[in-house]
Nanobody, 121 residues
């Protein structure tokens, strides 16, 4: 059983920064791909970033967001800089069963409960 718990969301002004954390427990290994997705109100869930042996980013966040992981702590992070109102969403941490760093939600069988990020203009 895999459990993922996100933290670090909140309210921030446009141009500000936030750092999301995801604590993983259970059968998670350093080689498993980990990802961040987000879902705004009335929108589809969308890929944000993934990390395994490589990192992968959505075009909309490239250059502003950085995904990283600490395998010793079983934690994954998403550093978000230069935030925009359109980044407002619930952000979800997800764990895959392999190391492909996929951008497809279907490749991630394990999900956290999400953390709200709100960016005011």
């Amino acid at each position: 059983q895999v459990q993922l718990v996100e933290s670090g969301g909140g309210l921030v002004q446009a141009g500000g920064s936030l750092r999301l954390s995801c604590a993983a427990s259970g059968r998670i290994f350093g080689s498993n791909s980990m990802g961040w997705f987000r879902q705004g109100v009335g929108k589809e869930r969308e890929f944000v970033a993934a990390i395994s042996w490589r990192t992968l980013y959505a075009d909309s966040v490239k250059g502003r967001f950085t995904i990283s992981r600490d395998n010793a702590k079983n934690e994954v992070y998403l550093q978000m800089n230069s935030l925009k109102p359109e980044d407002t969403a619930v952000y979800y941490c997800a764990a895959a069963s392999d190391s492909r760093s996929s951008s497809y939600a279907i490749d991630y069988p394990h999900w956290g409960q999400g953390t709200q990020v709100t960016v005011s203009s």
